[in-house]
């Protein structure tokens, strides 16, 4: 059965420091999508990604988060310079055309020391 | 009024009880109901999903959903201890929205 994959599954970084967090979505798939996961709340979106291009954000991604689809597979998420605040579960998402129902990834566990 | 509520719980039954799972949203333009399990610190698991009102039933799982009352359920019948779990309701507007998650359910299944 098709599935979204997600690397690295654990991630410690500094603070300050850039961090890559790499998804392949399911491959017939054209909507991607990024949430986060603080430790003991709920899953908040950050990024909805179609055509090459942001579809949608959230106030939580600011400046220092970028996404990119570089290839024809992969779907990636990049802090610029990580706060400890950026601690958390990021998942990845992924959905086909008129259909609905996302997709999730494993995630990845970010930790800001 | 937060968007989409959830009873937290914790929620414990015996192995074999009938679990009912609820959450109340307040925008009517959500058209796409999902319930995700997700087991600590992995990620979300899609187990059912749902378009307009109605129910859909998949193995032990109905999916219920009213929305002139903004209120939607998942019924788990035959309970097992690997259905516990954390259980999120998760709702869009469109079929390729965002979707908004509900601070979720813990289930206990005890044998």
């Known amino acids: 059965e098709p599935e979204v994959t997600q690397t690295p599954s654990h991630q410690v970084t500094q603070m300050g420091q850039e961090v890559i967090l790499r998804c392949v979505p399911i491959?017939?798939?054209?909507?991607f999508y990024w949430y986060r996961q603080i430790l003991g709340q709920k899953v908040e979106f950050l990024v909805s990604?179609?055509?090459?291009?942001?579809?949608?954000k959230s106030e939580i991604f600011d400046d220092q988060f970028s996404v990119e689809r570089p290839d024809g597979s992969n779907f990636t998420l990049k802090i610029r310079s990580t706060k400890l605040e950026d601690s958390a579960m990021y998942f990845c998402?992924?959905?086909?055309?008129?259909?609905?129902?996302?997709?999730f990834g494993p995630g990845t566990r970010l930790t800001v020391t | 009024q937060k968007e989409v509520e959830q009873d937290p719980g914790p929620l414990s039954v015996p192995e074999g009880a009938i679990v009912s799972l609820n959450c109340t949203y307040s925008n009517s333009a959500f058209q796409y109901f999902m319930w995700y399990r997700q087991y600590s610190r992995k990620g979300p698991e899609l187990l059912m999903y749902t378009y307009s009102s109605g129910n859909k039933e998949d193995g032990r799982f109905t999916a219920q959903v009213d929305k002139s009352s903004k209120y939607i359920s998942l019924f788990i019948r035959d309970s097992q201890p690997s259905d516990s779990a954390t259980y999120l309701c998760?709702?869009?507007?469109?079929?390729?929205?965002?979707?908004?998650f509900g601070p979720g359910t813990s289930l206990s299944v005890i044998p």
């Open positions: 491959s017939n798939h054209l909507y």
């Open positions: 990604f179609y055509n090459n291009e942001i579809s949608e």
């Open positions: 998760a709702l869009g507007e469109t079929s390729y929205d965002k979707v908004i």
């Open positions: 998402a992924s959905t086909g055309t008129g259909v609905g129902e996302q997709y």
